[in-house]
């Protein structure tokens, strides 16, 4: 694969070691020679496990949803099927108007869908409540059947703020859409694609006049038993670890902090890879690298493509686990929560006064409050706590909004503290602490994002690379381990088509 050595078998260099990558890598192995370049001293990405108070702790995902099943396929596929487990709770909170909520029943991504259920979690007040009936009222729909062809065609791009904030006005947007799909994406739904981040929504509620009824589950349609999230009893870098020992046996050469600065044409089909420690003549290229990080790559390439590459945008975020001693719960607190939060008949919560019902609580943004939700990781999964002891993990950051990041780590705590004891009234000093920053993270599906990655596929595929990764088609762990084996199956298409005509 150097221009030390020759193969008879293609070769391929992936650059980036997250999940993206690392399912490349994996893809392109049975039919390629595969260099894997990591410029940081670990894979996986924003994937990471750690231990904490002897038990183990996921300071990045911690789940995958399995309506898409690329992730479940994949820990099948690894042998990681006995591993996969299920969060212990379903339900969750809110904390808006300075109280703790219930979310209300029948919720798809933040949007209503019945309006007693709203009515009696008071997530929003009276005002609030007859504001959002006009959606059951509106004369014509959100999104008519004419914008919604121009949305598929990446001609009319409105924001999750612009159908919704219209629909059902700015408190129930405040209260329940934006710490919903905003936390997902880290980002303001003022500015978040609709299409982008949501397009099963979008096709849904197209050319209907009411999106709560659009979206309402038909009779015989809702889905019953267990969680549509998965995790690892292990924690989630088990599914790491098990693609690292796949690509080693499958003879990939791992180069762990070791960077890329550019790439060149070297003749019709191949590239020459310039990194940190070697110089590759390959026949395949794969960026899994964020977007701004690809376009310094290929900008001496293609300038066009590192243009675009460069204006998609990433936010900051961070996560800051505290472990407490349960005396320190107020009972009280475990009381309210557990009178808030719907009890799941078939994995009942054992009510005690010092279990945190529930996975946790959304916090409904406001100009003061850093965090955005607090994980009740103790009871979401069991397995992360010791006894006696209740783990919290406060998720703090998105797009316009990265004060955390600029705080010192006794400053973050300091500020997680103040913020716990106003939600969850826990005032004792918490028995360990873990911090993790993951800075420019997130890219952002920003209003254009489709027409953007429209040109930025066209730009590549021209250049004969590979982009993948969750600057693009999607942020979950699915959509990027689906989107890294398209791109590599059809990689090897067009390898196969090349080869055919130089014949």
Known sequence: MTNEHSTKRPSAVVVGGGIAGLVAAWSLSSTHEVVLIEATDRLGGKIATTTFRDRPLDLGADAFIIRNDAALNLCRELGLESELIEPASKSAAVYTRRELHPLPKGLIFGIPTDLFALKRSGVINLLGLLRALYDVVAPVPAITLDDFARMQRKEFDPTVGEIFHRRFGRALVNALIDPLVGGINASDVGVLSLYSSMPQIAEQIAGKKSIMRALRPRKGTTPTGGSIFRGLAGGMEALVIALERQLISRGVKIERETSVSTIERSGSHQFTVFSSTATYVVDRIVLATPAYVSAAIVDELSPALALELSAIPYAGVATVTMSFHEDDIAPFIARDLADLIEIDSEHPFVVSEH????????????????????????????????????????????????????????????????????????????????????????????????????????????????LVGAAYHGIGLPACIAHARQAVARSVRAEDSETKQDQ
Do not use: C
Request: hydrophobic share 40%.
């Open 355 to 466: 279990l945190l019902p529930g996975s946790g609580v959304l916090v409904a943004r406001d100009r003061s409050s850093l965090i955005t939700a607090a994980s009740f990781t103790s009871t979401k999964w069991p397995r992360s706590h010791a006894d006696h002891e209740v783990v919290i993990r406060s998720s703090l950051g998105h797009h316009h909004d990265e004060r955390a990041l600029a705080l010192n780590d006794t400053e973050l705590t300091n500020a997680v503290r103040r913020e716990l004891t106003t939600m969850l009234g826990i005032h004792a000093e918490p028995l360990a602490t873990v911090i993790q920053r993951w800075p420019a993270s997130f890219p952002q599906y920003v209003s254009g994002h489709g027409a953007r990655i429209e040109r930025v596929d066209h730009l590549a595929s021209d250049l004969g690379i590979d």
